[in-house]
């Protein structure tokens, strides 16, 4: 199950938010107040920051910059009334990856969230991120290298091992590797998903991907 933190000060507006993205199953943590959001940033990880950009305490402009700062990768989404052109590059310096504007259709936010979650990686100082001693992943360019080797994945080989690495060490539960693998149009298939949990054992070890009964699986590189 992804998370979420939701910052908006608007109390209708959040608690509307909150339902309707638990609904399409998110944990979310909302919040009203910058500064309650900044308490929550370096409490737990998040998956997505929804900001609301003009609230109490710390905005949400500041907050973000902060964040990036402090080396919170979460991709984020500014919800703004704000519509002038300094606004919008005032925030994308500040870090996020896109906006929604007030008002919006919950479908609008919808389709957003799920883009977001399903692309690679986001704001990560290095370009290299190890797996193993032998392995890396360039975020940059999203390729595999294997004793400094470029190796090819497969579509779906490749968003699962992005998934898996940016959740590394923690139990990915089945559902939530359906939702990112399969978009709405298709239908998940568990003898598809062991074929790719197989073929990307073959590549980085079996030792990688630990299967936890009944929930999903655990994926550990070598520290």
Request: hydrophobic share 35%; proline share 2%; charged share 30%.
């Amino acid at each position: 199950m992804s998370k979420i933190l939701l910052l908006e000060d608007d109390a209708n507006l959040n608690d509307t938010v909150t339902e309707f993205l638990e609904e399409q199953g998110y944990d979310v943590v909302s919040v009203y107040d910058g500064y309650d959001a900044q308490e929550k940033l370096y409490e737990s990880k998040y998956d997505l920051l929804l900001l609301d950009v003009n609230t109490p305490g710390i905005n949400g402009f500041d907050l973000l910059t902060e964040a990036r700062k402090g080396d919170v990768v979460a991709p984020a989404i500014f919800i703004t009334s704000l519509d002038s052109v300094d606004d919008l590059e005032k925030g994308f310096e500040s870090g996020c990856d896109d906006y929604i504007r007030k008002p919006f259709a919950l479908k609008e936010l919808k389709i957003r969230v799920e883009t977001l979650l399903k692309r690679g990686f986001f704001h990560h100082a290095k370009e290299l991120l190890n797996i193993s001693s032998t392995i890396a992943y360039d975020v940059k360019n999203n390729e595999l290298i294997i004793d400094n080797k470029n190796v090819s994945l497969g579509h779906k080989e490749s968003k699962l091992l992005k998934l898996f690495m940016k959740n590394e060490g923690e139990v990915v539960i089945h559902e939530r590797i359906y939702k990112h693998l399969w978009d709405f149009d298709e239908e998940p298939s568990d003898t598809a998903l062991r074929t790719y949990i197989k073929n990307l054992r073959k590549i980085i070890g079996k030792e990688r991907i630990v299967s936890i009964k009944k929930q999903g699986y655990k994926f550990i590189t070598q520290k």
